[in-house]
């Protein structure tokens, strides 16, 4: 009976010890498949999260705003961190036009946000509050939490036309977004605009036609490079421009203050401080930066 005990624990460590041996093997494994994953190369290296084994993917865009401003009612908000948008190409049959289909890492474009000049402060007028939401709001002042970022995010399937953006003549990129607000006295759920109802900001590198009071503002195809023997296309230094869209009202600012009592009141606070809805003619978007698209085989083609 001892020896076939002492046989069983063997058997029962030896068992254990080729098990931790396997899993050792599965993470090594992993771990190497990781490290030798494929990515594109040389001129083709900023495409890494197009979607190049979706058979549907003609081609891959990487742009990065790095300037400009958009301008929603009676606030304009400047461009001064990078944004970063990132897709593969699906043709739509449309001439020249064609489908963001999206990253490979859900980042089609990057959340980036922006400072709201005057933060809190100007989004949020003291004098439009009564207690006890004066008195909260005051709090929050006191302890220096007073600054507001405003990003962008896409709530819809944007599209782009090749030709037109580099002819300057119609939609060059079409985006349906929201303008998140952030702030811990707005909350997490602040927007202007929603996937219900967008912010459509159709932009042209031509000459815009907005209705009053705006007037007409003009974008550039800037400067194309053709490189790789026509597989890649740089363009540095254009400008998308629209000052024609309408925006809507904000929702849910404000819904974590006392389990959101005072939701409609401070989202009411920042459409008044903000002029939403703010109708065509009132608003501007202008978008600075270089965009690079490639064809997606010379992508796929160039990875190592």
């Not at 007037?215 to 296309?233: A, F, H, Q, R, Y």
Request: net charge negative.
């Amino acid at each position: 009976m001892t020896s076939m005990g002492i046989t069983g624990k063997r058997r029962g460590t030896l068992a254990s010890l080729l098990l931790a041996l396997a899993l050792v093997s599965f993470a090594v494994l992993g771990f190497a498949s990781q490290a030798f994953a494929t990515k594109p190369t040389g001129d083709f290296v900023n495409f890494g999260d197009c979607p190049v084994s979706n058979s549907s993917v003609a081609a891959c865009i990487f742009a990065q705003t790095s300037s400009g401003e958009f301008k929603i009612g009676s606030t304009t908000v400047p461009i001064t961190k990078t944004i970063t948008l990132q897709s593969g190409l699906t043709e739509t049959g449309k001439e020249g036009e064609a489908r963001l289909s999206g990253a490979t890492d859900g980042n089609t474009l990057s959340k980036t946000p922006q400072t709201v000049p005057g933060g809190l402060l100007k989004i949020l007028a003291p004098e439009f509050f009564g207690e006890p939401l004066s008195k909260i709001f005051n709090e929050f002042i006191n302890k220096g939490i007073t600054g507001v970022t405003a990003s962008t995010e896409l709530v819809g399937e944007p599209t782009l036309n090749l030709f037109a953006a580099l002819s300057g003549s119609g939609t060059a990129l079409a985006l349906p977004v929201r303008v998140h607000l952030e702030n811990e006295f707005l909350g997490p759920k602040c927007f202007v605009g929603s996937k219900a109802h967008p912010v459509n900001v159709e932009l042209t590198t031509g000459t815009t036609s907005p209705p009053p009071p705006n007037k007409p503002i003009t974008g550039s195809p800037g400067e194309v490079e053709v490189k790789d023997e026509g597989n890649l296309i740089v363009d540095k230094n254009n400008s998308l421009v629209n000052n024609s869209f309408a925006a809507p009202t904000a929702e849910g600012c404000g819904s974590q203050i006392l389990f959101g009592l005072f939701t409609g009141l401070i989202t009411g606070a920042v459409n008044s401080e903000l002029g939403l809805p703010s109708a065509a003619g009132h608003n501007t978007a202008i978008l600075k930066g270089t965009q690079e698209l490639a064809e997606a085989s010379a992508v796929k083609a160039s990875e190592k």
